[in-house]
């Protein structure tokens, strides 16, 4: 019951707006609550996304700068193995180079005992010498003198002395030539057959050949 003095309000009519202004007031707030969340959700998200871009960027710069640090470091290393490399092969081609030189003089060396082995065996091996020496003349023009050590002197004397007397060559000794050897003076020509001479041409011959046979 309402007295006079009562303020009308269109409730008074039973109209029900007090309540529709709450529920939208509420709907509002959670609109509001949603809104914010959502905006939230987006700020966390770009955060998210910037810190994995930048994550990213960070670490391909750094993988590029270590692959190509690396990169760097392989080719130093490969550069030098590569010195190590040539530098081991000459040293190793000298060595064989040297290796083999020695071989070679031990061998002419050996061959060299032998061959005065041989003469002290068959002393008569010095008509061989002498004719081979003989025959090496392009002429021969007189007078012509054979000299020979004094041992082999007689010995050839004695073998074979008649035919070369019968040749007009005249027989001389000189101490200081080594048995198995010789010299021929003719008016022409001067040959040195003596044993170091012929060992010599014939080392320096082995050395030749084979020079040759690695170069080719």
Known sequence: KQT???RWEMTSFGDARPAQVERQQA???ITQTELNAIREAARSEAYSAAYQEAYQAGYQECRANGE????EKTDVTLTQLEQLRDQF???LQLAHQDIGQEFVQLALD???VLCQAHLEIHPEAILDIVNQAIQSLPSISQPA???LNPEDLALVRELNGDKLQNEAWRL???PHLRRGGCRIETAKNLLDASYESRWEQL???VKTALQTSKSS
Not at 68 to 71: D, I, L
């Open 27 to 29: 709907e509002e707030k």
């Open 68 to 71: 190509r640090e690396m990169h």
């Open 172 to 174: 001389s000794s000189d």
């Open 145 to 147: 003198q054979l000299i």
């Open 89 to 91: 092969s000459h040293q």
């Open 110 to 112: 050996f061959a060299n």
């Open 4 to 6: 006079a003095f009562q």
């Open 203 to 205: 080392s320096q011959g």
